[in-house]
């Protein structure tokens, strides 16, 4: 049985659907006056004010006696009245999100942006697919069938020469260069002064990167990642087979912040080679599963030294780039990433952004992981009713399709799948690779026309002054609510969740906490991301593969990582010990050198992440489902519970 908390949840609405005067934002709550301050003040004073009024003085130590989800969001609303500033993003989330609230799913196990809404791919699909620009003599074509929810595009994989695509392009549908301008744009990306190419996934960006960077002259690869990535192990495996010189940042114990002295070390380290680069130094501004924020000097420090910067910016939050400040600090090279729709398969592509004046420096490589964007693959029905007459195929043409791309046989994939497995974990906001499936390019024409809309207000493609525009409606609304209102929502949600995380506490063992967290805790610039372990009474870790598939059960989507690079003082030698875990299928092969070894040691931890579109009831959902762990025989319930469904016993 659910505890009391989690059943008042389904009872209570918190995401503006309805017309609660206090739950409910249709409008905005009356705001709590307070006395004005300055900026800095703000900041010395949040982490203390939020300790000391959330749950003053309390402890729960049984899942029974967590507050209620309205109790909970009226203290909530008490320490941040300006939470209620932010009341579009509930009607946002209630108007064009509401698979959310019909599947009753919290969704916290990645970072990303969506580029589409749900209400968008529902219009989308309930249409009928007529072109209005198709002559009156053409035959109509078909609707697509109702119950199929697929993306508007999907991608086709190439090899080429990255450093060829970036110099002289190719051939770029309507399509990709409409979601190229639109990406740009979002990013405050100058096409004056970057080229971009699409590619599979993150993982795929820095692989092909780290294929066509000169390693040969500009020998070493420094990194600045407290967790193990799949992207980053694939650009640290290119690099060392051309023989680079791989460094990282470490950090230091318990609060995994930046070893300053030794990251500064490596970065003014003396190159023998003068007239070149020192090398690549890969910088992710802040940690996308501990929340730890890294400080901007540190790219300013390594490009007076003689580096090329890499930003890796898909752990960033939306309209994060307004306040970076990419126009002062130019970097060299900028991946991102986007998925298609918020609460759905996170499938998407990566993008890989080069300074115009460094792509004559990237080295020949035929590499793969570049993909094209093709129209999304619904149904084969189109293809009958496909009349192929030049009429056709010149509308066709004008949707983005070239006649030789007509005629070819390039092989199509489908949607791709959900996020990427690597050693059993989960990466965050990663997508995978799915395998190719051959198709003719006359069946992809023919799908082209789902892309139009009848509708001005459905429309996901529109041609204005003879300019194919895409609509992105995910990106439109982060536009519309702005970098301030984003991020207070995600500060206000983030801190509630780490203080009612530390006040619950194992009964009848001295208040032994259940959660232990790794990073930053309260903090007013921590990102909007947390990496902890759950330990029973006693003392004993409870693993995080369990931990997530039980939040599954929980219609709860959590993930989980492996922190690594930790440095421990002398004060915390003997914890040392105790702490770190050797990691458990990990990268194939023996470990052949110190820095494999070291890498090897850490810490598998959980991890959650709040999304643009996150509110107080995903948080409390988490809260209330963490805290079962405070009833001894939770695990071993959920054993049996398993057993009993004729499921797979879960192993711990």
């Given at each position: 049985m659910q505890p009391r908390c989690l059943k008042e949840v389904s009872q209570a609405c918190l995401s503006g659907c309805c017309p609660s005067p206090i739950l409910g934002f249709s409008e905005p709550l009356n705001k709590i006056s307070k006395p004005r301050s300055t900026s800095a003040t703000c900041r010395q004073n949040f982490a203390k004010t939020t300790t000391s009024s959330i749950f003053p003085n309390t402890h729960f130590t049984n899942p029974e006696s967590l507050p209620s989800l309205q109790e909970s969001f009226n203290g909530f609303i008490k320490v941040y009245p300006q939470y209620s500033d932010t009341y579009q993003v509930d009607q946002t989330r209630a108007q064009e999100y509401n698979h959310l609230a019909i599947s009753n799913h919290t969704c916290l196990d990645y970072i990303g942006i969506g580029l589409f809404s749900y209400a968008q791919l529902q219009k989308h699909d309930s249409e009928k697919q007529i072109p209005p620009s198709a002559s009156a003599s053409s035959p109509p074509l078909p609707s697509p069938p109702q119950n199929m929810h697929l993306p508007f595009f999907s991608v086709s994989y190439k090899t080429g020469n990255l450093k060829t695509q970036l110099l002289h392009g190719g051939q770029e549908s309507a399509l990709e260069s409409a979601m190229k301008k639109r990406i740009m744009r979002f990013l405050s990306v100058s096409e004056n002064d970057y080229s971009m190419v699409f590619t599979a996934n993150r993982t795929?960006?820095?692989?092909?990167?780290?294929?066509?960077?000169?390693?040969?002259?500009?020998?070493?690869?420094l990194t600045v990642y407290d967790y193990e990535s799949e992207a980053v192990e694939a650009m640290i495996n290119s690099s060392e087979k051309k023989g680079a010189q791989v460094m990282s940042a470490e950090f230091s114990w318990p609060r995994l912040r930046i070893q300053s002295a030794k990251l500064r070390k490596m970065v003014e380290m003396k190159s023998k080679r003068k007239k070149t680069k020192r090398g690549l130094f890969v910088f992710p501004l802040h940690s996308r599963m501990t929340g730890a924020r890294y400080p901007y000097s540190w790219m300013n420090i390594a490009n007076e030294n003689g580096w090329h910067i890499l930003i890796d910016a898909c752990a960033l939050g939306p309209k994060d780039m307004d306040s970076f400040g990419l126009s002062l600090?130019?970097?060299?090279?900028?991946?991102?990433s986007f998925y298609k729709i918020f609460g759905e398969n996170p499938s998407g592509f990566g993008c890989l952004f080069v300074k115009k004046s460094?792509?004559?420096?990237?080295?020949?490589?035929?590499?793969?992981?570049?993909?094209?964007?093709v129209p999304a693959k619904k149904t084969f029905r189109l293809l009958d009713e496909f009349s192929g007459t030049d009429s056709d195929f010149e509308h066709l043409s004008k949707l983005g399709l070239q006649e030789d791309e007509l005629d070819s046989s390039n092989s199509f994939s489908g949607p791709i799948s959900s996020q990427t497995m690597h050693s059993g974990r989960v990466e965050q906001g990663e997508t995978s690779e799915s395998q190719t499936t051959g198709t003719t390019a006359k069946q992809e024409a023919s799908k082209t026309s789902e892309i139009v809309e009848s509708g001005k207000?459905?429309?996901v493609m529109r041609q204005e002054n003879g300019i194919l525009e895409i609509e992105c409606r995910g990106l439109d609304q982060v536009d519309s609510l702005g970098l301030t209102r984003i991020s207070n929502r995600a500060r206000c949600l983030i801190n509630w969740m780490v203080n009612a995380l530390l006040k619950l506490k194992h009964p009848n063992t001295e208040e032994i906490p259940l959660v232990r967290i790794y990073g930053p805790r309260v903090k007013f610039d921590r990102g909007p991301a947390l990496a902890f372990n759950l330990f029973d009474w006693k003392g004993e870790k409870v693993e995080a593969p369990l931990v997530q598939k039980l939040a599954d059960r929980s219609n709860i989507s959590l993930s989980y990582g492996f922190l690594h690079h930790i440095s421990f003082s002398d004060e915390y030698e003997e914890e040392k010990a105790t702490v770190l875990e050797k990691r458990v299928n990990g990268a194939k092969g023996t470990v052949t050198n110190k820095r494999k070894e070291k890498a090897g040691l850490g810490i598998t931890v959980v991890t959650v992440a709040l999304g643009v579109l996150a509110n107080f009831e995903d948080t409390y959902?988490?809260?209330?489902?963490?805290?079962?762990?405070?009833d001894a025989d939770f695990v071993e319930k959920a054993k049996w519970r398993y057993t009993a469904l004729n499921q797979k016993t879960v192993e711990v």
């Open positions: 795929s960006a820095f692989k092909l990167l780290a294929e066509s960077y000169p390693f040969k002259t500009s020998r070493k690869l600090i130019r970097p060299d090279f900028l991946i991102c460094t792509v004559p420096l990237l080295e020949d490589s035929v590499s793969a992981g570049m993909v094209s964007l207000s459905a429309e959902r988490f809260w209330a489902f963490i805290a079962q762990f405070l």
